[in-house]
């Protein structure tokens, strides 16, 4: 029996093209202002439409002949972005129902995934939050569903593992025992490939949990 909801974040609880968007612009920023140059169309282009999503600032970077050196200073500003992030409409409802019966956390390998938390007005519906970057890890890991597991002194078959990328939510949810959502947002949907791993259970909306996991 589930005793324990983990969540992931960006993607699952919020648009994150609402994060990575804000970042863009902070990078143009610093970039308008030393070369009066606007690269925010370039990485916008790069980065939605061309899908390039390793490594956007070195080809925006290069495109304009802007110094290599710039790079590390355009990825700082990225991060320091503090445009206002709303959550998806289920979000708020669903985590204060599931807050009344069971231990919710979260699981992100997010940077700033506690400034965003705070930013979606989230902080009160989580009894912890694990961020994996800031434990040296990630969720290519056992250890973070481990950590957390431990934290919360309950069994990995008593956990579920809500996320919206087969390619990363869910390796280690599944082999450990964990039950698996996948909630397939309509603005952000993930192909398949050799790194996928098929969840239990998928839904369009969180309000499906009652549906499916719940029942």
């Not at 985590?95 to 231990?103: G, N, V, W």
């Not at 979260?106 to 939050?129: A, C, M, P, T, W």
């Not at 398949?192 to 098929?198: A, I, K």
């Amino acid at each position: 029996m589930i005793e324990v909801f983990g969540f992931d974040l960006d993607g699952t609880l919020y648009d994150d093209r609402q994060y990575i968007y804000s970042g863009f612009v902070e990078s143009a920023r610093l970039i308008r202002s030393k070369y009066s140059i606007d690269i925010l169309p370039d990485l916008v282009e790069e980065y939605f439409e061309n899908k390039n999503y390793k490594n956007v600032f070195d080809v925006v970077v290069s495109k304009n002949s802007l110094p290599e050196g710039i790079i590390p200073k355009l990825i700082e500003k990225y991060h320091e972005n503090d445009g206002a992030l709303t959550p998806y409409p289920d979000i708020y409802p669903i985590l204060e129902r599931l807050a009344q019966s069971y231990k919710v956390v979260l699981i992100s390998d997010g940077k700033n995934g506690h400034q965003k938390v705070e930013r979606l007005g989230l902080n009160n519906y989580f009894d912890h939050i694990l961020i994996t970057p800031n434990h040296g890890t990630s969720k290519g890991d056992r250890a973070p569903f481990s950590l957390m597991a431990d934290y919360l002194n309950t069994e990995f078959d008593e956990m579920a593992y809500v996320g919206d990328n087969p390619y990363v939510d869910f390796h280690w949810p599944q082999r450990l025992g964990m039950f698996t959502v996948w909630v397939r947002r309509p603005s952000i949907l993930h192909g398949s490939g050799d790194l996928w791993t098929e969840p239990e259970y998928c839904i369009n909306s969180l309000w499906e949990l009652e549906e499916t996991v719940l029942v």
